[in-house]
């Protein structure tokens, strides 16, 4: 969960740590996607847009091919942080079996789309990663159609390979200028993504014209605290209003200090390459996580709508 901030700083690493980074980039997987993914990433100090693209595209790829790698990597369709109960009001409509796997990451995708309406309507996940809101979507609702985008290639070739359901599409895409028709989705949701777009207005802005008169935006990530209110004013800039907003930062903070762990040790768990994965998976002791604590950085879960 790292913003353009840190993706800048990875560039300017000791060189320890740089080559830490660096084996993890290009390290290969056994599988057939491996072998389709881009050349490995040369650092340098990524200025341009193109070159922050370039280092998020990169590390999601790695990322998912590091799953890929593993035992569980075909069952591993869940990164996002979590969500555990902590007493304060929940959204969702759905009541989990106590032992159900990856609990908290399922949790998180529910009270995103907490009481929204969604059976029979068309659905679009921007940054979809590998599936986990097409999965929770598809398992416990009846949506009309849904779709995933996300830039990196990695993400989208398991969700192709993963998630065969009839009325399922998976596109690879930028946020920023998104290959769809005006006004068809009546759900857009977007979970843990919208923090690496260099141009998150412009993001705000395809969301307004993809959705329906009427549609809802279902929307989760960790925004720094002084950016949130320019987030908001750009987010009513384009006529969207909110209906719902609130702060779940302990909740995910629980959630990480139960599941980070295990899932630093299905990224290989080599404690010289934490500068790196325990920040991606904001473990207790990264950056990302003191900045949760301390109020620099806020987690929140808003729906907005679109006027009719």
């Given at each position: ?125 921007v940054g979809c990663g590998r599936g986990a809101v097409v ?166 879960i808003l729906r907005l709508s679109k006027p009719k």
């Amino acid at each position: 969960m790292m913003s353009h901030d840190v993706l800048s700083r990875l560039a300017k690493l000791t060189p320890e740590k740089r080559e830490c980074f660096e084996r993890l980039v290009a390290r290969r997987s056994a599988s057939p996607v491996a072998a389709e993914a881009p050349e490995p990433l040369e650092f340098g100090d990524p200025r341009s847009p193109a070159e922050l693209r370039a280092v998020t595209q990169r590390l999601y790829d790695t990322a998912s091919r590091q799953l890929d790698s593993t035992p569980v990597g075909r069952y591993a369709c869940f990164m996002n942080l979590g969500y555990v109960p902590d007493g304060s009001p929940e959204y969702s409509v759905v009541r989990l079996p106590e032992r159900l796997l990856g609990k908290n990451a399922v949790r998180l995708v529910l009270e995103l789309i907490g009481d929204c309406p969604i059976d029979g309507l068309n659905i679009l996940d921007v940054g979809c990663g590998r599936g986990a809101v097409v999965f929770v979507a598809e398992e416990y609702f009846k949506p009309r159609s849904f779709v995933g985008a996300d830039l990196s290639f990695g993400p989208i070739a398991y969700c192709q390979r993963t998630h065969k359901y009839a009325n399922v599409s998976f596109v690879q895409a930028d946020a920023e200028q998104l290959p769809f028709r005006s006004g068809y989705f009546d759900v857009v949701t977007n979970l843990e993504s919208s923090n690496h777009y260099l141009d998150v207005e412009a993001f705000y802005k395809e969301v307004f014209r993809l959705l329906k008169p009427g549609g809802k935006f279902l929307y989760s990530d960790c925004m720094p605290a002084d950016f949130s209110a320019r987030w908001f004013v750009w987010l009513r800039a384009t006529g969207l209003q909110v209906e719902v907003d609130r702060d779940i930062t302990h909740n995910v903070l629980l959630a990480c200090d139960e599941s980070s762990p295990a899932r630093f040790q299905a990224f290989g768990g080599d404690r010289n390459r934490f500068e790196v994965v325990g920040e991606f998976l904001s473990m207790p002791g990264s950056q990302v996580y003191r900045d949760m604590q301390s109020g620099v950085l806020s987690y929140r879960i808003l729906r907005l709508s679109k006027p009719k």
